[in-house]
Nanobody, 124 residues
Framework: QVELVESGGGLVQAGGSLRLSCVARGATFIRYAMGWFRQAPGKEREFVASIEKNGDSTRYADFVKDRFTISRDNAKNTVLLQMNSLEPEDTAVYSC?????????????????WGQGTQVTDSS
């Protein structure tokens, strides 16, 4: 049974930064491409960023605009999302997901395992 556990969310003012973390348990982490998605109230879940199994290739949504950076540490079964210059529109529940033997897709239906999510809220 694979479990993904996110942490690092919270209240943040516009222009601030947060670093989200996702730890994979019960998985051979190196087999998984990993992604971050978010869902704001009343909206559909949307792609944020993804990273291939070995970390060499990344993909970002257009709205990230060089503000966010995804990275992974395979020795620690962890994927990170560094978020800078946060905007009120970034308020959402952020979830990580794993794609078995995948290629860091931007599509939710390609992912096999999901975490419960961590809330990021603008406090401005």
């Amino acid at each position: 049974q694979v479990e993904l556990v996110e942490s690092g969310g919270g209240l943040v003012q516009a222009g601030g930064s947060l670093r989200l973390s996702c730890v994979a348990r019960g998985a051979t982490f190196i087999r998984y491409a990993m992604g971050w998605f978010r869902q704001a109230p009343g909206k559909e879940r949307e792609f944020v960023a993804s990273i291939e199994k070995n970390g060499d290739s990344t993909r970002y949504a257009d709205f990230v605009k060089d503000r966010f950076t995804i990275s992974r540490d395979n020795a620690k079964n962890t994927v990170l999302l560094q978020m800078n210059s946060l905007e009120p529109e970034d308020t959402a529940v952020y979830s990580c997901a794993g794609e078995i033997e995948g290629s860091s897709s931007s599509r939710t239906l390609d992912y096999d395992f999901w975490g419960q999510g961590t809330q990021v809220t603008d406090s401005s």
